[in-house]
Nanobody, 119 residues
Framework: QVQLVESGGGLVQAGDSLRLSCAASGRTSSIAVMGWVRQAPGKERDFVATITWSGGNTYYADSVKGRFTISRDNVKNTVYLQMNSLKPEDTAVYYC????????????WGQGTQVTVSS
C-alpha cells in the first residue's frame, strides 16, 4: 500500500503562485508514475501533470503547459506542483495520485487539497 498526503492549497488571486506538495509513504518502491489530477465543481476529474518516479520524465495537460511544473524529490518521497500565473479556471480540488504500472490507471489517491483562484 501507498499513502499520499497533499498540502499547500489555498486561496490566491489571479496571477499568483502556489506550490502543492504530495508526500508518499508505504511501498513507494512500487510507484512508477506520480501525478496531479484536479476536479472543479460540477466537473469530472481532469489530468494535470505526471512525472515518472525514476527518470523524472514529465507530461502536462495543454491547459497548464508553461505555467505549472511538476517535480519530485526521491529522497523525501515527495512530488511537487509549482503553479504560476494562476487563473480562476484553475480553481479545483487537486489530487495527488500514484500509478504502479505506468498504465494510466491510478492505483492510489490522496485526500485532495483545495485551490481557489479569485479574479
Amino acid at each position: 500500500q501507498v499513502q499520499l498526503v497533499e498540502s499547500g492549497g489555498g486561496l490566491v488571486q489571479a496571477g499568483d503562485s502556489l506550490r502543492l506538495s504530495c508526500a508518499a509513504s508505504g511501498r513507494t518502491s512500487s510507484i512508477a508514475v506520480m501525478g496531479w489530477v484536479r476536479q472543479a465543481p460540477g466537473k469530472e476529474r481532469d489530468f494535470v501533470a505526471t512525472i515518472t518516479w525514476s527518470g523524472g520524465n514529465t507530461y502536462y495537460a495543454d491547459s497548464v503547459k508553461g505555467r505549472f511544473t511538476i517535480s519530485r524529490d526521491n529522497v523525501k518521497n515527495t512530488v511537487y506542483l509549482q503553479m504560476n500565473s494562476l487563473k480562476p479556471e484553475d480553481t479545483a480540488v487537486y489530487y495527488c495520485a500514484a500509478d504502479r504500472y505506468n498504465d494510466r490507471n491510478w492505483d492510489y489517491w490522496g485526500q485532495g487539497t483545495q485551490v481557489t483562484v479569485s479574479s
